[in-house]
């Protein structure tokens, strides 16, 4: 590995990257889509990723922190930043796991109801999405991105450790 000589090289690099990068093109999708749902969730009062993490707490009633981080491709403290409100709103409720050391949760009878009220917004954004998409890209692009989050899913959810450049 060398490092970069001179402002044009750098910029060229740069410029590369942005381009090519994958990590930075599915960012900056990312991001666009999510202000989408965000927009169109606002009367529900939920963030998207709020909304993500109430449908996995549904989904998965009585999974742990870890077993719904993984299905929800989140790393703990994500999540948690995420279940916070969802908890002191009465949304999510915390119960004891078959293994009584670890926290599992499970959707209320409130978070139930909101649900149920949130989902034709989500509805409504998920159309807006995929018309702007079309339904057949959206149908690969959706099975290639779930593909890829699969493939290169890091093993227990624990992040491989920086080298020893990049920590200083």
Request: hydrophobic share 40%; proline share 4%.
């Amino acid at each position: 590995m060398h490092g970069i000589d001179g402002t044009a090289e750098l910029k060229q690099v740069c410029s590369a990257i942005a381009a090519t990068c994958a990590c930075f093109s599915v960012r900056v999708a990312s991001r666009a889509v999510t202000r989408v749902y965000d927009a169109v969730l606002v009367p529900s009062g939920l963030r998207a990723t709020q909304f993500a993490v109430l449908v996995g707490v549904y989904r998965g009633f009585g999974m742990t922190l870890t077993a719904l981080g993984r299905e929800l491709g989140m790393d703990r403290t994500s999540l948690s930043r995420n279940l916070r409100p969802l908890i002191h709103r009465g949304f999510v409720a915390k119960v004891r796991a078959t293994d009584r050391r670890r926290r599992a949760f499970r959707t209320t009878k409130r978070g139930e109801r909101l649900l149920r009220r949130t989902i034709p917004y989500w509805h409504k954004a998920q159309q807006h999405v995929v018309a702007t998409v079309g339904p057949d890209k959206w149908t690969t692009l959706n099975g290639d991105l779930r593909s890829l989050a699969q493939a290169i899913r890091v093993p227990g959810g624990v992040r491989p450790p920086l080298t020893h450049a990049l920590r200083h």
